[in-house]
């Protein structure tokens, strides 16, 4: 038995949103830790971020300084009669429905207040609560390797660590996948294209107003088939994030990464799309974004190693949950580690924390595509029926925004306590 009162060594690999929530809460709790990032500073991949309430109660479990600094940054819909709306539901055609006789559709609840924030504003936050020398930059993971109850990570520079346990936060197409899921469920591994690749950009908020005129602001869905284009303010208001997703459901082979294409292109992919809407495209880089997911994930540990965030559960944006659930792994997964006596303690942490968190997450995926098929028209029975999916929308999201993770975390607490016979 590992020495009782020996505090674990911790790896977290990467430091986006979940590595540094993971530390934030582990550091708050006096649990040391080293992140490894594999770029030379912090970073965003992407834009905006939107949180629900759920996402809110994590981080204020994480650390109440934490929420106290988001709520300076945050940015809320802009008029009042949106305050409660996830986004309002528009047709893309030609004056957004008004031909129809659509002018709203807003999705939400009375208890919802919508906030989001820019990416990069979001991660500075979070890094200031991270002591400068518990990251190290540049260190890109090239393996892991579990042996006499060490997870040994070898490093592209030629670096060799050792630790107690290792955190992987290394996003959707992490190696930390491979050491956790390769030899027991190795079809598992790979991200799984979900059918749909994005543009995106920022448009500076007079800009966009002078573009969209009232419907800027706030957010919004633009509903077409097969496609669709979200935009919500970010930056305090003074900037607009628009992603425009297309559905595709041939196989995605042009590799991993972002491939260039033409205005022309974007264009041919928005046709029948209101003009104002194309004249974004301006702000976009010619980029087709494709879009990953893990619908099915065996476990979200390994013996020492344990998945936390997108490379255990990526999932596509179309609830804005995916960041979140990120965070609600933090929230649970730092009270657990916090009760640990000895480093042989840690596999029994995982393996309540995999219960507590899996099932929820993974149905968080799998919900989040379904919400794709509905916003893009492709649900089988509902289809392009405003109504219906309004009426399905304002629905869905619940069971997400309310979950109550302070029970999660006594019955973590509380199974953790009885497998270890504390």
Request: net charge neutral; charged share 25%.
């Amino acid at each position: 038995m590992e020495s009782l009162g020996a505090r674990p060594s911790i790896a977290i690999l990467g430091a986006g949103i979940g590595g540094l929530a993971i530390a934030i809460g582990l550091i708050k709790r006096g649990v040391p830790v080293t992140i490894y990032e594999a770029a030379g500073q912090f970073s965003a991949v992407g834009a905006g971020i939107g949180f629900g309430p759920n996402s809110l109660n994590a981080i204020d479990l994480i650390d109440r300084r934490f929420r106290e600094e988001y709520n300076k940054a945050k940015t809320p819909n802009e008029k009042a009669e949106f305050e409660h709306s996830v986004f309002d539901a528009l047709y893309a055609e030609e004056g957004f429905g008004e031909k129809r006789g659509w002018t709203r559709g807003l999705v939400g609840a009375p208890y919802f207040t919508r906030s989001s924030a820019h990416r990069q504003d979001l991660l500075n936050i979070m890094a200031s609560f991270i002591p400068r020398d518990t990251v190290k930059f540049g260190k890109r993971a090239q393996s892991i390797e579990q042996r006499e109850n060490k997870a040994i990570i070898t490093f592209q520079d030629g670096d060799v660590v050792a630790v107690d346990a290792v955190i992987g936060c290394d996003g959707v197409k992490g190696i930390s996948r491979q050491a956790v899921l390769g030899d027991i469920a190795p079809e598992q591994v790979a991200p799984v294209y979900s059918g749909m690749y994005i543009y995106r950009g920022i448009v500076p908020m007079d800009k966009a107003k002078e573009l969209l005129g009232t419907h800027a602001g706030d957010a919004k869905w633009f509903m077409a088939q097969g496609k669709g284009l979200v935009i919500y303010p970010i930056s305090k208001g003074k900037e607009e994030n628009f992603v425009y997703f297309i559905s595709n459901k041939k196989s995605w082979t042009d590799g991993d990464a972002a491939v260039p294409c033409t205005k022309e292109e974007m264009e041919a992919d928005l046709e029948g799309f209101d003009p104002r809407l194309l004249k974004l495209l301006d702000h976009a880089k010619p980029l087709r974004w494709p879009t990953w997911h893990h619908p099915k994930t065996l476990t979200y540990y390994n013996g020492r190693i344990c998945l936390l965030g997108d490379v255990a559960h990526a999932s596509s944006p179309h609830q804005a949950a995916g960041a979140g659930q990120g965070l609600e792994d933090a929230a649970v997964l730092c009270h657990l580690l916090a009760l640990i006596k000895s480093p042989d303690q840690l596999e029994t942490a995982f393996k309540v924390y995999d219960a507590i968190r899996r099932p929820r997450a993974q149905k968080v995926v799998l919900t989040s595509y379904d919400a794709g098929l509905l916003y893009m028209w492709q649900d089988e029975k509902i289809g392009d029926d405003m109504d219906k999916i309004l009426e399905n929308a304002n629905q869905r999201l619940h069971w997400i925004w309310l979950h109550d993770l302070k029970t999660d975390i006594k019955k973590a607490e509380s199974e953790f306590a009885r497998l270890c016979q504390l």
